[in-house]
Structure formats: structure tokens, C-alpha cells
């Protein structure tokens, strides 16, 4: 399947300011699954654009502006060939299929701070014993306990549109019972890492097949989970799917606050940000021969 990705986000200001350098990670990320056909990124007003890759591996485009300006777009384009199989057969090691199971050495010395609970923020010991809910039995299947898990995260929080930057705390929104879907793949990942596996954040884009005109669309945010054998295993708890078959990974990262899209200030006061507007379209396009 190729599929065309369009993400544009503009900024209104209530008169011309000075652009702070912006951190951009927009660029899908190509793996097994995924290849970069073609990618185009442009800023309005003109950028010098740097590329450099973050600890992760990530592509990090940072922009740098010359001029004032009252209004900021970025345009970020994408065609990609997507393989990924809709009914995913994991081959996961004969020695992790039975949880609770040991990561060898190699793999805790890696996985290293990916597969351990976030004790300095408050609320740790709710969440880990909401995620102890999902263990029925002292030898369950590994995936099926995770599957279980990312199904039901839905069952006690409800998903809902959130503007504010940032991302809820898990405990937050456990006691809200509502989030965005970088707030329920927060939850979900520091609930596998109270149970003992190695998790990790990923931002991107979200192919809906019945996605309106009118909708301005939004990026994404989902979980992989480390399992020998199987690799990294995606898990999207905001639409309760297992594997990459609609979904387009740009980063990953140990928290969803280092992969943010578009980051960035400016020089000026406080009441000259007017408004932000963010619109993604993936679409479905026919492979050329």
C-alpha cells in the first residue's frame, strides 16, 4: 500500500515577532515495513533547515528563521510504500511466550531506562496496581496479557480531544478517566513497565480509510512493546490495534515530551500568540507501475 502524508501547522501572531529556531520531527521513519518514497519540507517564511539524528535515531530537522513575521506555516509531505500486514504472526521466543519471563543481560543493559516504571512522577504505585489487574494467572501468554492490556485501557478511560501541550501524568488520567491518545499510550506504556517489559513512545500518523474532507486530521501516538524474538511490537490502545498496519511511525523515544512534532518559541510578548492550526491527511494512493 503507498500512502501520501500532508501535515501542515501554522501559527498566528498578533504582529510580527522573531522565530525562535523550532524543532521539527515530521519524517516517517523507515524500517522493515516502511520505505520514504519521496519527503519535501518547506516554512513559511523561508528556514535554514539542519538535519541531525537524537539518541534514538530519530531524523530531527531544526529551522532557523531570518525575518519577523506575523504568521508561521510548516508543510511537511511524505509518500511512503506501507507493508505492514493487518493480521500480524509474531515470532516470539519460545522463552518469553509464558509471562512473567527474563529479558537476557544484553537486553536489560539495553532496554535500560525503556523497560523501568517513571518513579519520580507522583502515582507510580496506582498505576502499577491497576496494571496488575490484567495478570489472571501466575503463567499467562505474554502476548496475550499485553493484548489484554492495550484492549483494555479503553475500559477505564475514555479517549477525547485534548489541545493543551504536554502529556497527562498516567495517574492523572486514571483519575480523570479521559485523555488524548499521547495521554492513553502514556498509560499503557508505563503500565507494561510496571509489569516488567520494555516499552517505548512513538509519534507519527494514523491511516483512517473513512477520514472526511472537513477533518482536519491530527498526528498519533502509540506504544511498542519489546518482545525476544518478535522485536518491538506495536500496540495502540486509543483504537484498541495490535500492529503497523494503519499506523506510520516517525519517532521513538522513552517519553512522549522528546518527540513532540513541532516545538519551538518566539521573541515577544505573551499575548502576540493568536492561535495554532494543525491539519494531516494520509490517503490511500494507487502504486505506480
Known amino acids: 500500500m503507498q500512502l501520501t502524508i500532508k501535515h501542515r501547522t501554522h501559527y498566528q501572531y498578533a504582529r510580527?515577532?522573531?522565530?525562535q529556531p523550532h524543532r521539527l520531527i515530521v519524517t516517517p521513519r523507515d524500517s522493515g515495513e516502511l520505505f520514504t518514497v519521496q519527503r519535501s519540507l518547506e516554512c513559511v517564511p523561508p528556514a535554514e533547515v539542519t538535519w541531525s539524528a537524537d539518541v534514538f535515531g530519530n531524523l530531527i530537522a531544526t529551522a532557523t528563521f531570518a525575518e519577523r513575521t506575523s504568521e508561521l506555516t510548516i508543510t511537511s509531505e511524505a509518500v511512503v510504500?506501507?507493508?505492514?500486514?493487518?493480521?500480524p504472526i509474531f515470532a516470539i521466543s519460545p522463552d518469553a511466550h509464558s509471562y512473567p519471563f527474563a529479558y537476557t543481560l544484553d537486553d536489560v543493559i539495553d532496554l535500560g531506562a525503556l523497560a523501568q516504571p517513571d518513579w519520580l512522577t507522583p502515582g507510580g504505585q496506582q498505576v502499577g496496581a491497576w496494571a496488575r489487574r490484567f495478570v489472571l494467572a501466575l503463567k499467562t501468554d505474554s502476548l496475550s496479557l499485553l493484548k489484554d492490556l492495550n484492549s483494555g485501557v479503553l475500559g477505564d478511560v475514555r479517549y477525547r480531544v485534548r489541545d493543551e501541550e504536554g502529556t497527562q501524568s498516567p495517574a492523572s488520567?486514571?483519575?480523570?478517566?479521559?485523555g488524548s491518545c499521547r495521554d492513553i499510550a502514556a498509560l499503557f506504556i508505563e503500565a507494561?513497565?510496571?509489569l516488567g517489559f520494555g516499552a517505548r513512545a512513538v509519534s507519527g500518523y494514523f491511516f483512517d480509510p473513512g477520514q472526511k474532507d472537513e477533518d482536519a486530521?491530527?498526528?498519533?501516538?502509540?506504544?511498542?512493546v519489546y518482545?525476544?524474538?518478535?522485536?518491538?511490537?506495536?500496540f495502540d490502545p486509543s483504537n484498541r490495534h495490535v500492529g503497523g498496519s494503519q499506523l506510520v511511525p516517525?519517532?521513538?523515544a522513552r517519553f512522549n515530551r522528546q518527540i513532540m512534532p513541532v516545538t519551538g518559541g518566539y521573541i515577544g510578548a505573551p499575548d502576540d500568540f493568536e492561535r495554532m492550526d494543525v491539519s494531516v491527511r494520509v490517503k490511500s494512493t494507487t502504486r505506480q507501475p
Do not use: K, N, Q
Open 173 to 178: 488520567t486514571l483519575e480523570l478517566g479521559s
Open 217 to 224: 486530521g491530527s498526528t498519533h501516538a502509540w506504544a511498542e
Open 227 to 234: 518482545l525476544p524474538g518478535a522485536g518491538w511490537i506495536a
Open 81 to 87: 510504500d506501507h507493508t505492514a500486514p493487518e493480521w
Open 192 to 194: 507494561a513497565r510496571h
Open 250 to 252: 516517525v519517532a521513538f
Open 16 to 19: 510580527p515577532i522573531a522565530l
